[in-house]
């Protein structure tokens, strides 16, 4: 469906917030329920324990660490309490 | 080298990132040849430490990403019997004619909430909340529509037919 067959369903005449509103949907729609799942990869450093979420992500599902000894990528567990070490300030 | 990294390697969510913890027990290994030793100087006994390896690609992410609103073919129409190649349409001129890049369903409960919207802007409450009800709605039936099951019981063996 065209945005501009939504905007006259909807009596919209404004694109800019039609624009806005239907990326406002689609970001509360994948906030919610899995229509567009997808991977992203990045590397681990010794010694580094903080790594950021991927900009685009909108809902988490998992984490996964490479097992190097058969390659495979297995979901690991969410910490159930913050460990005793706040910080480590010499970790290698 | 990494190994049952499902045991050893636990996360915590903290704000934007997430901060990776490696399961140490009793020692912390190295490995020599095709041997694993264990480190003198070491972690000992059972903690959580940063990680204490790098591996490339070694951490993965999996979860619903932003995905490009509008593109330029219609994304429940087969081309050829194949699925459509869809193409990002930036904001200009010919937006309004670029399709919204989500099944009809979807599409119907945007309106829905471009709907509701517009009743909020207008002042009228109750009839967003209907309308945000009914974009709800239908992105419930567009799920469901992908997660059929099937329930089996047995029937009785004196059940009327």
């Known amino acids: 469906m065209r945005l501009k ?27 919610q329920v899995d229509d567009n799942v997808a991977t992203w990869k990045t590397n681990i450093t ?9 900009a685009n992500l909108i809902k988490l599902k998992s984490i996964s660490v490479k097992d190097t000894n058969d390659s495979k990528y297995k979901r690991v567990r969410r910490l159930a309490h913050s460990p005793i070490v706040s910080e480590d300030t010499d970790p290698e | ?31 020599v040849g095709s041997h694993k030793v264990k480190l003198p100087d070491e972690y000992y006994g059972k903690q959580l430490i940063y990680p204490d390896e790098s591996i490339t690609n ?15 073919n219609d994304p429940n129409e087969l081309d050829s019997a194949s699925n459509p190649t869809l193409t990002a349409v930036s904001m200009g001129a010919n937006i309004e004619s670029a399709h919204i890049n989500l099944s009809r369903m979807l599409t119907l409960a945007v309106i829905d909430y471009l709907k509701a919207q517009l009743s909020e802007m207008a002042g009228q409450v109750d009839v967003k909340e209907y309308y945000m009800r009914e974009f709800w709605k239908k992105v419930g039936d567009d799920q469901s529509n992908k997660r059929s099951f099937m329930i089996t019981f047995p029937a009785s063996p004196f059940a009327v037919k």
């Open chain 1, 5 to 31: 067959e939504i905007m006259d369903r909807t009596g919209m005449k404004e694109t800019g917030l039609a624009v806005a509103f239907v990326k406002d949907a689609i970001a509360l729609i994948q906030s």
């Open chain 1, 46 to 54: 010794d010694g580094t324990r903080e790594y950021p979420f991927p």
């Open chain 2, 1 to 31: 080298m990494s190994y049952d990294t499902h045991k050893t390697w636990f996360y915590q969510v903290v704000g934007r990132n997430i901060e990776l913890w490696q399961w140490v027990e009793t020692a912390a290994t190295d490995t």
């Open chain 2, 58 to 72: 070694g951490l993965m992410f999996q979860g619903t990403a932003f995905i490009e609103p509008f593109v330029d």
